[in-house]
């Protein structure tokens, strides 16, 4: 009898160790899936889209400073290459960029371009700046009808999550507000938010995204590329 019990023993342990292999698997399988699902549909939802960056200042006006260089014009230039270039190479959309160098745009040029070029997005980045210890994250829009307090929401959400997953960096979640900035002013029928991605006089934010190379840099891009996908499926 006991060898018997010790048989059934052995037999429920190589099923319970089977089935745990098979449901890892079948986990494997539908990460998989949904990973190729979302790649998918980034690929599909960016086709024919136009979205309009506006990397702020520049030229004349390099914005706010960082402990040292780079600072914000440089900074926000590199993102919005940066993020045109998964934009167009990854998903297939199509990008307008108010300035592609180290030049001054005028804020009423930046406000034309996000009417003349009729896009589903236009999105003006910028970095804070306040008093050395300030920090964090926060979006704005100006129309409240339309659909630009959606997108605001969508981008917000996705830089603080994708923030999150850098290595020894909590975010701060400073929120979505309204705000009157001129480029961000065009038409209600235009989605157009501006992001204050992170406090570039903070050491510690600037640290994260003072180089291309940084985690915090890819993030900083790919969080206004998730966000603008969330807004567009």
Aim: hydrophobic share 35%.
């Amino acid at each position: 009898f006991m060898a018997q019990a010790c048989s059934i023993e052995h037999y429920k342990t190589k099923f319970f160790i089977c089935q745990e292999v098979i449901n890892i698997f079948l986990i494997i399988i539908n990460l998989s899936i949904s990973f190729y699902r979302v790649a998918s549909a980034v690929n599909m939802n960016m086709k024919e889209k136009v979205i309009v960056i506006d990397p702020g200042h520049g030229g004349s006006d390099p914005g706010a400073s960082g402990p040292s260089a780079p600072h914000e014009a440089t900074l926000v230039l590199r993102c919005g290459t940066a993020l045109k270039n998964r934009i167009v190479n990854e998903c297939g959309g199509t990008v307008k960029m108010t300035r592609t160098t180290d030049t001054f745009v005028s804020l009423s040029s930046r406000k034309a371009s996000s009417v003349s070029y009729d896009p589903y997005i236009f999105c003006s980045l910028h970095l804070n700046a306040f008093n050395t210890t300030a920090k964090g994250t926060e979006t704005y829009y100006y129309w409240t009808s339309g659909n630009s307090s959606l997108l605001a929401n969508k981008v917000q959400a996705q830089l603080i999550a994708n923030f999150k997953t850098v290595s020894g960096f909590t975010p701060t979640n400073r929120g979505v507000k309204t705000a009157n900035y001129t480029v961000i002013m065009g038409s209600s029928n235009v989605p157009a938010v501006l992001t204050e991605g992170l406090f570039v006089d903070n050491k510690t934010e600037w640290n994260i995204i003072k180089s291309e190379s940084n985690d915090g840099f890819k993030k900083w891009v790919q969080g206004h590329l998730y966000g603008f996908y969330d807004r567009l499926v």
